[in-house]
């Protein structure tokens, strides 16, 4: 099993930052191979934000936040980081964590392919 908490959510008037944290515990090594954030504003579905694969260095993020959303992770604190610059009040949403054992490109933004997710941590930014 792995266990995910997230911190580092907030609210934040737009143009500002927020640096959201997972830290993993349980099976960190063994459990997964990569690290995805996603996130769900009301209504809407669960969106993909950005992925970390560690084993193979492949780090990118979804459009949406291309030039503004930065993933990054701490091997030795079993954590990874997602640095958010230049928010907008569509980035309003809840954000998860989530870890799977994933092998194929086009698995790392669906949603339905991770294992563990953490419990969300809300991002408000307001206009």
């Known amino acids: 099993q792995v266990q995910l908490v997230e911190s580092g959510g907030g609210w934040v008037q737009a143009g500002g930052s927020l640096r959201l944290s997972c830290a993993a515990s349980?099976?960190?090594?063994?459990?997964?191979?990569?690290m995805g954030w996603f996130r769900q504003a009301p209504g809407k579905e669960r969106e993909f934000v950005a992925v970390?694969?560690?084993?193979?260095?492949?780090?990118y993020v979804a459009d949406s936040v291309k030039g503004r959303f930065t993933i990054s992770r701490d091997n030795a604190k079993n954590t990874v980081y997602l640095q958010m610059n230049s928010l907008k009040p569509e980035d309003t949403a809840v954000y998860y964590c989530?870890?799977?054992?994933?092998?194929?490109?086009?698995?790392?933004?669906?949603?339905?392919?991770?294992?563990?997710w953490g419990q969300g941590t809300q991002v408000t930014v307001s206009s």
């Open positions: 970390d694969r560690w084993s193979s260095a492949i780090t």
């Open positions: 989530a870890a799977g054992t994933l092998f194929y490109l086009s698995d790392y933004e669906r949603a339905p392919k991770y294992d563990y």
């Open positions: 349980g099976r960190t090594f063994s459990g997964y191979n990569v």
